[in-house]
């Protein structure tokens, strides 16, 4: 068996310059997206969110886009979670999508704030309706003696609502990530990326600018 040292893809499918990906990073992750979709990437909206706690130590986990809306990437959780916690002490946080099968990587950064009310409603009716008992059933992030309490709660928020009318808890709703830099990264042969860089400019544009793999 092959050391870990020694495992290594060389990228060669595609390449990436400043005139493909246009003016505007919200239209071009579109664009990936779409693409992403159609080769039939696994878990294609997977993202690593990245945020730090009040002590300044960093936290990272996978959570689904679930939507690019008003210029955020939005995501929905329990606001009492670990990454809740961290979002109201420093609200500012990094995503990362990463497609392999199309060897592309995109990185966003920038501050966070919650949706709307009418929106976390609005998707929350939207999920099925195990999911829904699901976020009244776990305080996520909070340690617990064993599994037999989620399914204790699972069964009794299940009595609660067994006339399917199961309303959002207000502990749970989405987040949108409002970008100040998204990073557009393509992967090429001998580690000699293509990285495409946008960060707001002061007219209230978008500034593009290429980075060194």
Excluded at 163 to 191: K, M, N
Aim: glycine share 6%; hydrophobic share 40%; charged share 25%.
């Amino acid at each position: 068996m092959s050391s870990i040292a020694d495992i290594r893809t060389d990228y060669q499918l595609a390449t990436l310059d400043e005139q493909a990906v246009g003016d505007d990073p919200l239209v071009f992750f579109s664009r990936w997206f779409s693409e992403a979709l159609a080769a039939q990437v696994i878990e294609v909206n997977a993202m690593t969110l990245a945020t730090v706690d009040a002590r300044q130590r960093p936290h990272a986990r996978i959570v689904l886009l679930k939507g690019v809306e008003q210029g955020g990437f939005v995501f929905f959780t329990n606001y009492n979670s670990d990454k809740g916690k961290e979002i109201a002490d420093h609200a500012h946080a990094a995503l990362v999508f990463f497609w392999p099968e199309l060897q592309r990587q995109v990185r966003v950064e920038g501050r966070v704030q919650k949706v709307s009310s009418d929106a976390s409603d609005a998707y929350f009716r939207s999920r099925p309706a195990a999911s829904r008992i699901g976020a009244w059933a776990s305080p996520q992030s909070a340690e617990i003696h064993g599994r037999e309490v989620i399914e204790q709660n699972e069964q009794q928020y299940s009595e609660r609502f067994a006339d399917g009318d199961i309303p959002r808890p207000e502990h749970w709703g989405g987040y949108a990530v409002i970008p100040d830099r998204i990073e557009f990264w393509q992967g090429r042969a001998s580690r000699l990326h293509d990285r495409i860089c946008f960060e707001p400019d002061n007219a209230g544009s978008w500034r593009k600018f290429r980075l060194a793999p």
